[in-house]
Structure formats: structure tokens, C-alpha cells
């Protein structure tokens, strides 16, 4: 193999600036030529290329976002889409690729080594951390030291004017972000879309400190939380809305709403996923150079491995029950 492309795709996650600079220079520090790739999968399909040299990648380990840019490209989708992109690569003599992004962006890195014979290998980035077969995915880190200080912010504030907080994360089919956060927290409730919640329960944990003195509450939602509080990307219907209306009606407290929306994904990587970053992007250049596709890089127990894509896309990664029963202990 004498020539590999890097790209970012899907949602962009702090950290993935890292993992492009590790698959860049490592690829480099290996004899190969490296070609950048810009907008994911609609880079392919235009032939947006860019000869990668080590200084390309210097002065951006520290910074959020992707400096490749992301996008989300329909024409991927299509099998059309696809062989245009295959010829794309072949033209520009892309023996292999590092695909730097969430289960979609792997779903097409899956059928673009079954469709070719370019070697993929897929680098875990989300800041929801539920791609299956790694514990931790690029980006999770940051977002929910992000979500921790925002949650510092709106807590002081709650506290002044004794007020409950409806506090919503990302997250619309998984609730590690926010489980995580409202552990680390201290929110008085947790609701994700995994675990089943009653808002009898809610407003009885709500009375319950307010018998005890407590006159501020934080409460920690993921956007995907059940059918009760309708999803609608349009903020003003967000669930947190109905959900902070009807705490207010059936309380009679004030509420108040914060959606934090984008500014969970932006922000300078934390030193955990510049490290990750660091190690995933350098090992899926050295599975490249063994010869591997459709493989995917994790973190299991604090060491590096590899697992054939279809694994990650076909695992589910369940949330630990018991760090929520805990979460849930410690805020009575
Ligand atoms: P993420 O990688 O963050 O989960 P998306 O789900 O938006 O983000 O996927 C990113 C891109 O990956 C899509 O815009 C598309 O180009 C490609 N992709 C996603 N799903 C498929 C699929 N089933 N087949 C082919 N390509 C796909």
C-alpha cells in the first residue's frame, strides 16, 4: 500500500482534528503518501483532494471541529453515489482510507470495502458514545466536561432565584452523555430515551427536597426521552419545553428551560480524547498497512483493538443501570 485518504464524516465531535493529525503523520512516519479528503463522503464523489504533508496537520491537536470539514451526502447513500466515489478513489490512487465518524458514516465505510477493493477502517467519533465494541468514541470527553460546566453555570443561577432548571443534552437515542453528566452533575433527575420515567415519579422526587428545604433543582433530559414529550427538532417544541410545563402545572414552581444544543460539539478537545484521538488514528493507519478492512479501532479497558464493522453496527451498547440507580441515590 502506497497511498491512503483521511476523512471526517456525520456529526463533527471535539477530538477529531487529533485523530486526522495521528492517521497523517503516523501514515507519514510509515512511508505513505496521505491525501486529505474534504466533506466526508461528498469529497470522494467531488474529488476534493489535498496531498497531506506533517505540517498540514501541525497546530490543530488542540482545536474542536474538523479542519477537513464534515457533511452529510445523500449521493453515498446510492449505490450510483458509491461507484462514482470508487472511481474518484481509483483515479487519485487511494489504495486505503481512515474513516473518522459516528455508525452512519461506518454503515458506508462497511459497503464501501464490500463494493471495492479499497481497505476502510473506521475511527469511532460521536459525542454520544454509542457505537458499540468501544468504550469510549472520540469527542464523548470533551462534550460532557461541556455539559458539566454549563450545568455549574445554570446551577448557580437556579440557586439565586430558586428555580427548576429543565436542562436539555443531545442525545436522541442514547443517554450516556447524559447519564454521565447528571452523575457528575449532581442532577436531581436523569431521563434518557433507555430507561422508562414517570412524571409522577419526577414530580415526586421534586416534592420530596422541597419538603426538605431544597428550593432549586436541576433536571438533566436527552432529546430523545419518550413519546409523552413529542420530538420536534424546533426548540420551542423541544420536549424540554412540555416537559418543563407540566412540572410547572401539576407543581405550581417556576421552571425554566436551557436546550444546549450545538455547543455540546463544539470546544477545544479534553487532554482524554486528544490521547484517544491520538492512538485510534494511529493504529488504523497500521491495520491499513496490515492489510485489514472493514474493521473499525476501539478502546476496550483502557487498550486499543479492532473489530470487523459489522460488529460495531450490530452490537448494542447498553447503558449501566446501576451507575443510573446510583445518579439517582445520591440526588435525594
Ligand atoms: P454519523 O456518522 O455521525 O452517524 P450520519 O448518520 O449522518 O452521521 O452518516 C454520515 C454519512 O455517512 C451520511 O451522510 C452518508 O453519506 C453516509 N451513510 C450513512 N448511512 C449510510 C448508508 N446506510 N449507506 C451508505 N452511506 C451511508
Do not use: W
Not at 15 to 28: D, S, Y
Not at 145 to 169: G, M, P, Q, W
Not at 259 to 278: C, E, F, K, N, Y
Request: with cysteine; aromatic share 6%; proline share 2%.
Amino acid at each position: 500500500m502506497k497511498k491512503i485518504g483521511v476523512l471526517t464524516s456525520g456529526g463533527d465531535a471535539p477530538g477529531m482534528n487529533a485523530a486526522i493529525r495521528a492517521v497523517v503523520r503516523q501514515g507519514i512516519y510509515e512511508g505513505l503518501d496521505i491525501i486529505g479528503i474534504k466533506r466526508g463522503y461528498a469529497g470522494i464523489i467531488d474529488s476534493d483532494f489535498e496531498v497531506m504533508e506533517r505540517g498540514s496537520v501541525a497546530d490543530i491537536i488542540h482545536r474542536g471541529g474538523t479542519f477537513l470539514h464534515s457533511a452529510r451526502c445523500e449521493e453515498f447513500r446510492t449505490k450510483k453515489g458509491r461507484e462514482k466515489a470508487i472511481e474518484q478513489l481509483k483515479y487519485g490512487g487511494i489504495e486505503g482510507l481512515v474513516v473518522i465518524g459516528g455508525d452512519g458514516s461506518f454503515k458506508g465505510a462497511q459497503l464501501l470495502s464490500q463494493e471495492s477493493d479499497i481497505n476502510v477502517i473506521g475511527v469511532p467519533a460521536t459525542i454520544d458514545n454509542d457505537i458499540a465494541c468501544t468504550d469510549y468514541s472520540i469527542g464523548y470527553d470533551t462534550a460532557m466536561n461541556t455539559i458539566l460546566d454549563a450545568i455549574n453555570k445554570i446551577r448557580d443561577t437556579a440557586t439565586s432565584h430558586e428555580r427548576i432548571f429543565v436542562v436539555e443534552t443531545m442525545g436522541r437515542h442514547s443517554g450516556f452523555l447524559t447519564l454521565m453528566c447528571g452523575l457528575a452533575g449532581g442532577a436531581e433527575s436523569i431521563l434518557i430515551p433507555e430507561i422508562d420515567f414517570s412524571i409522577e415519579n419526577v414530580c415526586k422526587k421534586l416534592k420530596h427536597g422541597y419538603d426538605r428545604g431544597k428550593l432549586h433543582s436541576i433536571i438533566l433530559v436527552a432529546e430523545g426521552i419518550g413519546d409523552d414529550f413529542k420530538p420536534n427538532r424546533d426548540v420551542s417544541h423541544s420536549k424540554a419545553f412540555a416537559l418543563s410545563k407540566e412540572i410547572s402545572n401539576r407543581m405550581g414552581f417556576e421552571t425554566r428551560v436551557t436546550v444546549l444544543g450545538h455547543l455540546q460539539r463544539g470546544g477545544a478537545p479534553t487532554a482524554q480524547d486528544r490521547i484517544m484521538a491520538s492512538r485510534l488514528g494511529a493504529v488504523a493507519v497500521k491495520l491499513l498497512l496490515n492489510g485489514e478492512t472493514n474493521k473499525m479501532v476501539g478502546i476496550i479497558h483502557e487498550e486499543v483493538k479492532s473489530f470487523k464493522i459489522e460488529e460495531a453496527l450490530e452490537g448494542q451498547k447498553e447503558i449501566d443501570r446501576d451507575i443510573y440507580e446510583l445518579a439517582n441515590i445520591l440526588s435525594m
